[in-house]
């Protein structure tokens, strides 16, 4: 392993040190014969169109040029390429399980994220989506509920997709792995009347057999996935004042779901499984939003209705045996109804820039768990627990920022939130579980509110430095159980998060540093006590998480562009009892303490590329008690290739040390199981532009 590990170091150093001729292919620099500078990044962090030095925070950032060239195909990658966040996968993207964490503020398999996750504005349930056909990606890091509302209080994460162009352009690629692995997607955009109305189309398809082999009866495809992508894009400009946008989108995934071993024949038999039957799992999402956009003296008036429903689903052997002793069935469907109306100034050359809005939101939440149990299990019968969400949210919110002495600029922003939440649930059963005290049912309801404040403070000591403070306040809506203590609700978690932070830009713009440090103080976390396979969510007493971020830009020769991050949390229960247990200094589980990246790309004037990246994720806890832990690990990638404006051409590979490591782990009847994270990986994939 130290071999493999040493050997892709050296490729990457080769990389970085590689010299070459001029460099004329515009990906991710402005380029003359004279200067070569890092070309400038706009974000709408903060609801406006901003160039990324010019905002009060810390946000990472990659456009679409970038995504391809890091092989960024799927959201689980904005999280292994970002300092200070991190996914637990617990499976297939379809399960809607695996959850996130960042700046160690984390969620569980149930209740609310902790993350919001945005594609053009709208509010996504579940995170787990192909990324293609996108403009770029946004993290903002530190709690954005002025702006975005309930389950950002750890930060958002914002996809923007490309708009329907006013020439025609296509693009078609294809592409082969390991593991019998084949993609095809493409793109085709143009204008219906030119000058009026444009409309685009995109497409994915995936199909795989999986990286699992499953010992009991010799099958390697044991987890094999087909997904596939659409998404439509319809943009009309009756007047230079009014945009209109209306775009849809689906999402169809199916596979088998059988991924879980004990954790310690991992790390000899990373990619096997040893079960009775394959399992299921399967998503499907369909999600339309309508985009209206009107411009007035010096206002900006902004329209986003949107419906959104994902189904998804799965079953798996939940005895992780051969044996016909449990399986456990998961089926969620979520729809989602929101409008959202921004009122802001459009008035470039003022100090003062302001916006106001209000959003609301309807969601229902149908989640059915059936526990089936073998006749092997001497209990053999099925229990369901069924439940509905209904939530009916809104909120008011309003931010504005001054400018003075065309240096020190001072934001403010305030928003009130109101959730009311409806539950009912219904447990039933057969065989033994078809008990009096197994066939019950109730209903709760309960509001939540809070309000967001935000404040920063940004100074530019020069044109190309600007240090800046900055303290909001999170929150995350509180819930009710369903896998046990049906019912019952937890309250609310709250977070004040402080950051100071400094972004600069060095040697005639070749090299941006951006620097943050982050302070957090968070109360009533919601905890998930576990008693596998049930659990229930409270709320413990506070922990506090602080550390930093580091990120790096640099184009230190033609043709070489070299990005870098790294992060420090430290995350820990201050204030927490479980039962005769004190867990006041136990680490936040899930939560790597380090995580890094470091990746650079040298584009030949000829039109051949050469990428590699480095990441590196720090150690972490398995669970609140830190029983277990995942050692840290790195893995190496790498990409070679060829582009000119019509035709490319690249080899890949991802994980090319082959490192092990588990992506989740959990402690059920004495015995813990764990889930091994994708193993080497490569293959060829080419594209034409017409």
Known sequence: MKARSALAGLALLLVLATPGPSFSHDHAVNSTDQTYTLETITVSADKRTE??????????????????????????????????????????????????????????????????????????PGFEINLFDIERYEVLRGPQGTLYGRNTEAGVVNIITKKATNQWTSKMSAG????????VEGYVSGPLVEDKLFVRGAASY???????????????????????????????????KLDLRLTTDIQSYHGNYAEFAPLDDIKDNPHKVD??????????????????????????????????????????????????????????????????????????NSPLEWLAGAYLFHQETDTKYTSHFGQLSGMAGDFHQDSLTKTL??????????????????????????????????????????????????????????????????YTLTENIMPYLSVARGFKSGGFNIKA?????????????????????????????????????????????????????????????????AE???????????????????????????????????????????????????????????????????SSYFDSLNTRKQGGYQTVNAKVGYEDETYELCLWAKNLTNTIYATR?????????????????FGLTGGIRF
Do not use: C
């Open 665 to 681: 782990a959990f402690a059920m009847s004495d015995t813990w199981y764990g889930r091994a994270g994708d193993p080497l990986t």
């Open 51 to 124: 160039n990324i030095q010019d905002v009060p925070a810390s946000i990472s950032t990659m456009n679409s040029e970038q995504m391809e060239t890091y092989g960024i195909d799927s959201s689980k990658d904005i999280f292994t390429r970002t300092p200070n966040i991190h996914v637990v996968q617990l499976g297939p993207k379809a399960t809607s399980t695996s959850f996130a964490s960042m700046r160690g503020i984390s969620s569980y398999m149930t209740g609310n994220p902790a993350i919001g996750f945005y594609v053009d504005d709208v509010y996504y």
């Open 393 to 458: 949210g809104t909120a008011l919110f309003a931010q504005g920022s001054y400018l003075f002495f065309d240096r020190l600029k001072f934001t403010a922003g305030l928003r009130y939130d109101r959730e009311a939440k409806d539950f009912d649930y219904q447990w039933s059963g057969s065989g033994p579980y078809g008990s009096a005290f197994f066939n019950r049912s109730g209903s709760s309801d309960k509001t939540y509110d809070a309000w967001l404040p935000k404040a920063s403070l940004s």
């Open 176 to 183: 082969l792995a390991n593991y019998n692995t084949q993609n």
């Open 206 to 240: 995936k199909s795989t057999n999986g990286f699992f082999t499953n010992e009991f009866d010799g099958d390697h495809a044991v987890n094999e996935q087909r997904e596939a992508d659409g998404r439509f894009d319809l943009r009309w400009l009756p007047t230079d």
């Open 275 to 348: 079960v009775d039957w394959p399992g299921k799992a399967a998503k499907d999402a369909l999600g339309t939003a309508l985009r209206a956009e009107y411009k007035m003296q010096g206002l900006k008036l902004l329209s986003i209705t949107a419906l959104r429903n994902e189904q998804t689903s799965a079953d798996n052997d939940l005895d992780f045996t051969p044996m016909d002793l449990m399986r456990l069935y998961v089926d969620k469907e979520d729809t989602l109804f929101s409008q959202e109306l921004r009122l802001l100034s459009d008035n470039g």
């Open 552 to 618: 790096i830009r640099a184009y230190p020769i033609a043709g070489l562009e070299i990005l870098g991050g790294f992060g420090l949390t430290q995350a820990e229960y201050t204030e927490y009892e479980r039962g005769d247990l004190d867990m006041a200094g136990k680490k936040i589980a899930g939560v790597p303490e380090l995580s890094g990246q470091l990746g650079a790309t040298y584009r030949f004037a000829n039109g051949l590329f050469i990428n590699a990246d480095y990441v590196y994720t720090g």
């Open 485 to 549: 203590d049906a019912g019952k609700a937890y309250d609310s978690e709250f977070t004040w998060s402080y950051e100071a932070g400094i972004k600069t830009e060095w040697l005639d713009n070749r090299l941006q540093v951006n620097l943050a440090a982050f302070y957090i103080d968070w109360t009533d976390l919601q905890v998930e006590q576990p008693n596998y396979p049930d659990f229930t969510i409270d709320n413990a007493g506070s922990a506090k998480s602080q550390g930093f971020e």
